[in-house]
């Protein structure tokens, strides 16, 4: 069974930083593509990053691009949300998210077929 666990939310100020982590369990990590995606309150799902299951490629929502980054530690089964130049509008909860099949890429929300549960991030003005 693939269990994904978030850590890592919290409350931060404007242009302040943090780190997210998701812990993956119940199949080989290596094999498969992971991402983020963020649910604001009211709001629909965003994409905010992805990175390929060889870790050679990374993708990101454009609200994020140039500020967050997304890594993967295979011998710890983890992936990261490194987010910097944090904005109020960034305020959400994350999610953790991973697709059904082993080496397959993807660039949105769609392709997180398993999600965590979720940690929150507020971004105070």
């Known amino acids: 069974q693939v269990q994904l666990v978030e850590s890592g939310g919290g409350l931060v100020q404007a242009g302040g930083s943090l780190r997210l982590s998701c812990v993956a369990s119940?199949?080989?990590?290596?094999?498969?593509?992971m991402g983020w995606l963020r649910q604001a309150p009211g709001k629909e799902p965003e994409f905010v990053a992805s990175?390929?299951?060889?870790?050679?490629?990374?993708y990101y929502g454009d609200p994020v691009k140039g500020r967050f980054a997304i890594s993967r530690d295979n011998a710890k089964s983890t992936v990261y949300l490194q987010m910097n130049h944090l904005k109020p509008e960034d305020t959400a909860v994350y999610y953790c998210?991973?697709?059904?099949?082993?080496?397959?890429?993807?660039?949105?929300?769609?392709?997180?077929?398993?999600r965590g549960k979720g940690t929150l991030v507020t971004v105070s003005s």
């Open positions: 998210g991973a697709p059904k099949q082993p080496f397959t890429d993807f660039g949105g929300a769609y392709g997180m077929d398993y």
């Open positions: 119940g199949r080989t990590f290596s094999h498969y593509a």
């Open positions: 990175i390929t299951w060889s870790g050679g490629s990374m």
